[in-house]
């Protein structure tokens, strides 16, 4: 079932927990959705690989990349996938029904608020704090994944390229897709063989 | 009003598939399609929902939900989000399929393991992006490099940087 079996983290795998059940996965990615603020994939992976050891670094990164390059939200693809990956069908609806359901009511009652009050100055402030802590938040759970992974010199070389891309750019996703994606499995690929 | 919710359904169920990247990538065709084409709403209410479903928890995907809430209530919003999920959710739910089945091909791994990279860049770029628009003055931009730190070099739960800097920006900001 896992597919980085035979990959370089063998001895990450055995220290892996229990898989989740299917509650269990409902319950991580409520929380996931509930308090990612932009960031989901910044908690996803310290929900995922941190506190609960349901898969290794570099099997969850995978996961993610795939995720990404999905049309739909990073996060809300993972969930499909990881949650398949443990419990098939169930555990899909079971990860991504947790990652929509309680976002939903919450944004249903910001709706009926907003109708109501508008928005006041201190909770300017604090939805403000917040997204900055947000944006670190992620820069930093990208730093820490580039540093767990230990990737080789061409593989930093393309991760940079592709936050230039993105950054600084602008470039459209698809694009930096199809033009970093060949050159990246090419020397993933080269790498593999050696 | 059924005909408004049958079509917002599709209007969504196709920018679903264009949403490569997320809600953001396809905000300009949401407001060309649901502003310019359909008139269901004027651009300025197009920004606030927008501006509020970002603020609001959750992915920022939901702003399709809350465009369908604004536009044709309850059953607008239920018609929205079924149709931005489903498509997206099918083609993910399909592909974690293939590649369970391949598992182990030594190109596979190749496609995968190479994406990793790409993808650890792009989620840098969006943590950049976030950071030019939410940290622009000093106390945003203290709060930005304190969380960086905090979730790079500890193993504690992000959620404490984000609480703290909520009450720092109800205070300072």
Known sequence: MYLGRDGPNLRAMTELAPPPTRLQLFLAFTEIGLLGFGGAAALARSVIVERNRWMAEHDYAEILAVGQVLPGPNVGNTSVMVGRRFHGLAGALAASGGFYALPLVLLTGILLLYDRFGDSPGAEGFMRGIAAAAAGMVIGTALKMGWKLKPPPEAIVIGLLATLAAAWLRLPLPVIVLLLGPIAMWAAFRRLGR | ?173
């Not at chain 2, 598939?17 to 084409?37: S, T």
């Not at chain 2, 465009?67 to 149709?83: D, S």
């Open chain 2, 1 to 173: 009003m059924s005909g408004v919710v049958l079509s917002l359904f599709l209007t969504f169920a196709t920018l679903s598939l264009l949403a490569v990247g997320g809600a953001n990538a396809i905000v300009p065709e949401m407001h060309r399609q649901l502003v310019e084409v359909h008139g269901w709403l004027d651009s300025a209410t197009f920004g606030q929902v927008y501006a509020l479903s970002q603020a609001a928890p959750g992915p920022n995907i939901l702003v399709a939900a809350a465009l369908g809430w604004v536009i044709a209530g309850g059953l607008g919003m239920a018609a929205a989000m079924v149709g931005i999920v489903t498509p997206a959710w099918i083609l993910a739910w399909w592909v974690a399929g293939i590649s369970e089945r391949l598992a182990g091909r030594p190109w596979l791994r190749a496609v995968r393991g190479g994406l990793v990279p790409v993808a650890i860049g792009l989620i840098l770029a969006s943590g950049l992006i976030m950071a030019e628009t939410a940290a622009v003055e000093w106390v945003g931009l203290g709060l930005a490099a304190a969380a960086t730190i905090f979730a790079w070099r500890t193993e504690f739960s992000l959620l404490w940087a984000l609480a703290s800097g909520g009450v720092v920006g109800l205070v300072l900001l």
